[in-house]
Nanobody, 125 residues
Framework: VQLQASGGGLVQAGGSLRLSCAASGRTFSNYVMGWFRQAPGKEREVVEAIHWGTGNTYYADSVKGRFTISRDNAKNTVYLQMNSLKPEDTAVYYC???????????????????WGQGTQVTVSS
């Protein structure tokens, strides 16, 4: 499994960014795809996750109503649309993937065994 994340950048508070994670190497219909972030000095935390086949999602409370995860089956790509960005959203964002058992949506970093490289998101105040 190969994951390629892109789309990070510098944006002002209140702005928007869309991150992309291009996935390759197998069929992902029974995989869970997650977006995580890690700020300096903090642990990696889940942002959102989606079951590729069902479309069911998991959201961290901190991003509900602002971020949206989606996937494009034709492009084998998962997106993270981030709106109303806040300075506290500043972090390196990672996409991750793992097979799902019983359609479970996993939200702990340790549950994932495939990671893409990170993309930096910086939100200025």
């Amino acid at each position: 499994v190969q994951l390629q994340a892109s789309g990070g950048g510098l944006v002002q508070a209140g702005g928007s960014l869309r991150l992309s994670c291009a996935a390759s190497g197998r069929t992902f219909s029974n995989y869970v795809m997650g977006w995580f972030r890690q700020a300096p000095g903090k642990e990696r935390e889940v942002v959102e996750a989606i079951h590729w086949g069902t479309g069911n999602t998991y959201y961290a409370d901190s991003v509900k109503g602002r971020f949206t995860i989606s996937r494009d089956n034709a492009k084998n790509t998962v997106y993270l649309q981030m709106n109303s960005l806040k300075p506290e959203d500043t972090a390196v964002y990672y996409c991750a993937a793992r097979p799902s058992v019983s359609r479970t949506i996993y939200h702990r970093p340790d549950d994932y065994n495939n990671w893409g490289q990170g993309t930096q998101v910086t939100v200025s105040s």
